[in-house]
């Protein structure tokens, strides 16, 4: 039985080589691939939350542009059954270098062994798969991606 909504906010970053960004991560005893971003915190507003996940995840200063998808059907969470996933997609831009390593391997952790852990890749969205992305949700954005380039 659903308990609580589980309210989450990503960023979809396209660079000038017509890549996307992704997170693959390991948490919960599970590797995931998704769009950078995460949950909602209470008295937050879906934009500011989206800024400081990209300022925790990447320390990188976003500019949120425009709306570009949220869940509209029902999700179950695949990290609590008893939530009800909620997903907000922007596209965003940033004006800055990263300063974390973008790889080109998927699954590129330089500590394996921590509880929690994360990187980063550009995926070319001319060569983009749903199957690439872990989570429903995800693989529906990156259909509608691949028809609006």
């Known amino acids: 039985m659903i308990e609580k909504f589980n309210i989450r ?3 979809l970053l396209i660079n000038e080589n017509n890549e996307v960004l992704v997170t693959d991560e390991y948490e919960f005893g599970k590797e995931f691939t998704k769009f950078p971003g995460g949950g909602l915190e209470l008295g937050e507003g879906l934009k500011d939350g989206l800024i400081r996940e990209w300022k925790e995840e990447l320390n990188q200063e976003i500019e949120v542009l425009n709306h570009f998808y949220t869940t509209d059907f029902f999700q179950q969470s695949g990290f609590n059954e008893k ?3 909620i997903s907000v997609y922007y596209l965003v831009k ?3 270098k990263f300063t974390v390593k973008i790889s080109q391997i ?3 952790f330089e500590n394996r062994n921590a ?3 994360i990187s980063f890749r550009w995926i070319k969205l001319d ?3 749903p199957s690439q992305l872990t989570f429903p949700i995800d693989k529906l954005v990156s259909e509608m991606l691949l028809v609006k380039q």
């Open 9 to 11: 906010v990503y960023g």
């Open 83 to 85: 939530h009800q996933l």
């Open 94 to 96: 940033t004006n800055f």
């Open 106 to 108: 998927p699954f590129d």
């Open 115 to 117: 509880e929690e852990v």
């Open 127 to 129: 060569h983009m798969l």
